[in-house]
């Protein structure tokens, strides 16, 4: 068994990274994600494993130095929430654009615009479905947990690096601030040797120059670059959806949520079964790929299906989608901050799929 | 006499550095990014250092300068090139790694990146670009652009009162004290050309001596964007640009250089 400790969520995933070899980090301070450069200042990672620690002027620069840093073969991340996230979207694009891998952590709040700082899943449009301009995709992970916390930033810098993509821990107010008790994998080395053929790291004497760029100004090679980027993402749809059913066996409606939510709808299950409904849990693990065919399967033997989400319905688009039409889906959400109890998503239970 | 006795290594006064490539330029016919590619990169081919440089290009006209440079490159969004910049030498100190930067890269969209990164001293070199419009867009105001100049945002010319004052950035930068040097050049005579190639040397030794940051500032022209063949256009240069932004060293070995 590893190391255990008492931690926030925040400070896991900080934990996480130092364990996990990361190179470097740049972030800029919002809240409810600051504790993860308050975790690191305080660790002071570059005696630990040399890793690299620096606050940036704006979200804009943290990000662009990931891009710089990640551009040379490094493991690097940032972390930020939604306003934060939104500012970082310019870089993430490029990063995508020029295949770069590199971890974002955002701890999502409410809003839009300044919103508040209490808990929110309105991000997930802006996380799935690009969030900055042009055709791309993150790999997106929601964790439900610290635990999760801490272990998707291992898993999130491997998928990150297997794809040449960047990936996003999808967290939230809630999974970001609270305490629990958490199982830490072992201190990993850092990579040393750099030797991809993408990586800027040098032009020695036996080698082409190598750059990273995210543009070509002929047309049909952008196109190509976008249809090579489009087969990517086919491969990750393919091969990494990760999902949690929870008492889905027997059940005739599916609650659908993650994260958070996912941990209060695990409650409402329990109450829903009290009074005899049957009810199960889908906890969609990655957000982006969307585990689409599984809840299709399901849409073959249930009743209907009930997106919980802190949001006004955003993936519930994906729900509808993956039932086609099949069967009912309802949304049941809380905005601007606000969550919901598991007695409330019991009340949505019996409002939107027992009728 | 014949050739193949004149064609010799010991009779070479000139040839082009081998830290280029053999791509032809995307530049038009006069700009002065010709010149100073070249010698950026007769700087690094001199100091033996291609094989440990980085560059960052930026956007604008130089965003191609990776097709040019024979040398590792990152490409950076807009105004980002020093914060790009910063993620790659924090993370290889021992490398060089320098931005290539136009006036609209630097002095407006990444004004904040370019003050932050010389505040904090970040040991690389920023070449600054400065020609007072914005080229590639095709001749916009620029924050450089001076008073009363003429360009397609500024068609009755810069008008201050309404449009604000053109920045004098590296006098500004200048002041921080993570900046170690700073200087203004041009490349529009031999001469000059010269001098500048010294400051970028002297930026890139600095680096080497990890002193923080050294900004090139090379004011050239834009004879595209400014409507003039490229005579005109140096000959407005000397005219018009220098007398504000005039030529020199602005801070040197981390002291303010005083103007007699």
């Not at chain 2, 652009?145 to 930068?173: A, F, Q």
Request: net charge neutral.
């Amino acid at each position: 068994m590893g190391e255990l400790k008492l931690m926030k969520g925040n400070e896991a995933v900080a934990e996480a990274a130092i364990r996990a070899g990361a190179d470097a980090y740049f972030g800029y301070p919002i809240t409810p994600q600051s504790e993860v450069m308050e975790y690191l200042a305080l660790q002071q990672p570059h005696k630990r494993t040399g890793m690299v620690l620096l606050q940036a002027e704006s979200e804009i620069a943290a990000i662009n130095m990931v891009y710089g840093a990640a551009s040379t073969g490094k493991r690097a991340f940032t972390s930020s929430s939604s306003p934060g996230i939104s500012l970082k979207q310019e870089g993430i694009s490029y990063m995508a654009g020029a295949e770069l891998p590199c971890l974002i952590l955002n701890v999502v709040r409410g809003g839009p615009g300044l919103g508040t700082i209490q808990p929110s899943q309105a991000d997930y449009f802006q996380s799935t479905k690009g969030g900055g301009h042009g055709d791309y995709h993150l790999i997106v992970l929601a964790p439900a947990s610290v635990q999760e916390m801490s272990d998707f930033v291992k898993l999130g810098f491997e998928l990150a690096e297997k794809y040449r993509n960047p990936a996003m821990i999808l967290s939230d107010g809630v999974i970001g601030q609270m305490m629990e008790k958490v199982e830490l994998f072992e201190q990993q080395p850092r990579k040393t040797a750099f030797n991809e053929p993408w990586m800027v790291t040098g032009k020695s004497n036996n080698r082409e120059k190598r750059v990273v760029t995210s543009l070509d100004l002929d047309p049909v090679k952008m196109e190509k670059h976008n249809y090579d980027l489009i087969e990517k993402y086919k491969t990750i749809r393919e091969k990494e959806v990760r999902f949690e059913e929870i008492q889905c066996d027997d059940a005739e409606y599916i609650l659908v949520a993650y994260g958070s939510s996912a941990r209060i709808c695990q409650k409402a299950v329990e109450l829903a079964r009290e009074e005899g409904i049957k009810v199960g849990l889908f906890r969609p693990i990655t957000l982006y790929p969307f585990p689409e065919k599984a809840i299709g399967m399901l849409a073959q033997r249930v009743k209907g299906f009930l997106s919980v989400e802190l949001s006004a319905g955003q993936m519930v688009e994906d729900v509808r989608l993956a039932v086609n039409g099949k069967v009912p889906v309802s949304h049941y959400g809380r905005l601007g901050g606000m969550i919901h109890s598991p007695e409330q998503v019991l009340c949505a239970i019996h409002e939107f799929l027992v009728r | 006499m014949d050739i193949n006795t004149i064609i010799k290594p010991e009779n070479l006064v000139y040839k082009r550095t081998e830290c280029l490539t053999d791509r032809t330029l995307s530049y038009c016919p006069g700009c002065g990014h010709g010149v100073i590619h070249r010698i950026a990169m007769e700087v690094v081919e001199e100091l033996g250092i291609q094989q440990d440089t980085i560059g960052v290009a930026s956007v604008g006209c130089s965003v191609l300068a990776y097709d040019f440079m024979d040398i590792d490159m990152t490409q950076s969004p807009h105004g980002r090139a020093t914060a790009v910049a910063t993620g790659i030498k924090r993370c290889w100190p021992d490398k060089f790694v320098f931005t290539y930067q136009g006036d609209g890269d630097l002095a407006a969209i990444g004004t904040a990146e370019t003050i932050h990164t010389c505040n904090r001293g970040e040991n690389i070199t920023i070449i600054f670009v400065n020609n007072g419009i914005y080229g590639m867009t095709g001749g916009q105001m620029a924050p450089t652009t001076l008073p009363g100049m003429r360009s397609s945002t500024s068609p009755y010319g810069r008008d201050v009162e309404l449009m604000g004052n053109p920045i004098k950035m590296t006098e500004l930068v200048a002041q921080l004290p993570g900046t170690y040097y700073a200087t203004r050049q041009s490349v529009h005579k031999p001469a000059n050309v010269r001098k500048a190639k010294m400051a970028i040397k002297k930026a890139f030794e600095n680096q080497r001596l990890k002193k923080g940051t050294s900004i090139v500032e090379i004011v050239s022209n834009c004879n595209s964007g400014w409507k003039m063949t490229p005579v005109e256009s140096n000959k407005w240069m000397e005219e018009n640009m220098f007398p504000f932004y005039p030529l020199g060293d602005i801070k040197v070995d981390g002291q303010l250089v005083t103007k007699q």
